[in-house]
């Protein structure tokens, strides 16, 4: 059975579109129309997706969220919204999806719990704001909300990307140079060197070792780094291992600060938001917590609605957990007595953005100059491993 999509036409001459599941062929569906006078003009027949086989990009959920938000403002239904933005849509997956949750809304299911099987792609924040907008009745300020909050994020990943371009590209070349380096180079002077019987030194035999293993073992090299690569996305999903990561990452050297900022100013823009829209605080932590995808922050989300159901506010919540700022903490308590207590988190979190990036850009201006350097020290010893030997050789004429 397949899925077609259609363009027909009935008795009056109304042309319309639409979507038939499980029928063996077009023939079949167009003995199906013929049977209550329809005419079809156009059929497609539709991809079949499974969840993992689903491509879509974080820059196409934006947009389609907030087409959502701005269609069910406007008065619209779930439905007349969603059947609009699967025609508008161009991607086969997200129209995939938008049709498949819409099916669900027609058969009384509630909006979250219709993108609830999409969680991985449309993630756990934007899960707790439509289900905070359905119960609150203010789902269209909800996906407004998640819209932006996502936009936000999908920003500070972009900038983060573009930051560390250059040092990528610098380790990328310095790799080159050496792999051409030790593969057509090495082998030439270990040739010169064996027909004049030159005695190699220490650095110089490790150095043809190393260029005898890259070239004749080549396919091991590349089969191993695949291997490895595969290893490291399995392990990745392994929870405990994750958890592990997830605790190094705050206290690493050099990058730990700016991992706990990041990881503190997504907590606190999304329970910002949450509560924004209504939802209890604790869920609102909760949610939070989830959406941080950190396994250290899933902790810290516990310990704060175990903390706060003790009786405890939330500056002092915060103030037991060291990856939160004191500007936060501050922030929090007089957003508590002040009754502002989302408009000071979002400034503090505007802050942490700024810190963030202040950070970013003070690691480039340092690191850029010292891969440089080190690119510099490593041609060096090699160049230095292959003429060792020539500038023995040549005293010993002397």
Not at 229 to 237: E, T
Not at 330 to 346: I, K, V
Request: glycine share 6%; with cysteine.
């Amino acid at each position: 059975m397949a899925t077609y999509e259609y363009t027909a036409r009935d008795e009056t001459g109304r042309i319309f579109k639409g979507i038939y599941d499980d029928i063996s062929s077009i023939n079949a569906l167009t003995e199906e129309f013929a049977k209550i006078g329809y005419k079809l003009l156009k059929v497609k027949r539709r991809t079949k997706f499974n969840s993992k086989s689903l491509n879509i990009k974080r820059s196409e959920i934006i947009p389609f969220t907030y087409k959502l938000a701005g269609m069910c403002g406007a008065g619209l239904s779930i439905v007349q919204s969603l059947d609009t933005l699967e025609k508008q849509t161009d991607n086969e997956s997200l129209k995939f999806i938008i049709s498949d949750v819409k099916k669900s809304i027609t058969v009384g299911s509630s909006l979250t719990d219709a993108f609830n099987k999409y969680r991985a792609i449309f993630s756990d924040f934007f899960l707790g704001m439509v289900e905070a907008g359905e119960s609150s009745g203010k789902l269209p300020e909800s996906l407004e909300i998640s819209a932006s909050y996502m936009e936000k994020q999908n920003d500070l990943r972009n900038r983060l990307k573009n930051a560390f371009t250059y040092p990528l590209i610098v380790m990328i070349m310095c790799s080159i140079i050496v792999s051409a380096l030790v593969i057509f180079v090495v082998p030439v002077f270990s040739k010169i060197y064996g027909q004049l019987g030159v005695s190699l030194p220490g650095p110089t035999q490790l150095l043809i070792v190393l260029s005898n293993i890259f070239r004749h073992y080549w396919l091991y090299l590349i089969i191993l780094v695949c291997l490895l690569l595969y290893l490291f996305q399995n392990l990745r999903k392994n929870k405990y291992v994750k958890s592990k990561w997830d605790h190094f990452k705050f206290s690493m050297p050099v990058l730990g600060r700016l991992n706990r900022l990041a990881a503190a100013a997504s907590f606190v823009r999304s329970f910002s938001l949450l509560i924004t829209t209504g939802v209890p605080i604790i869920k609102a932590i909760q949610v939070a917590g989830v959406a941080a995808n950190n396994e250290k922050v899933s902790y810290i989300s516990q310990d704060m609605q175990k903390s706060i159901q003790s009786g405890k506010n939330l500056s002092e919540s915060l103030e037991s957990h060291n990856i939160f700022p004191p500007l936060i903490i501050q922030l929090a308590g007089a957003g508590e007595q002040s009754g502002q207590l989302t408009q000071m988190l979002n400034k503090g979190v505007d802050f942490l953005e700024k810190d963030i990036d202040r950070i970013i850009n003070s690691l480039l201006v340092k690191l850029e100059p010292a891969l440089t350097l080190g690119m510099g020290i490593i041609i060096g010893l090699i160049l230095m491993a292959v003429y060792l030997p020539m500038f023995d050789y040549m005293s010993h004429l002397k």
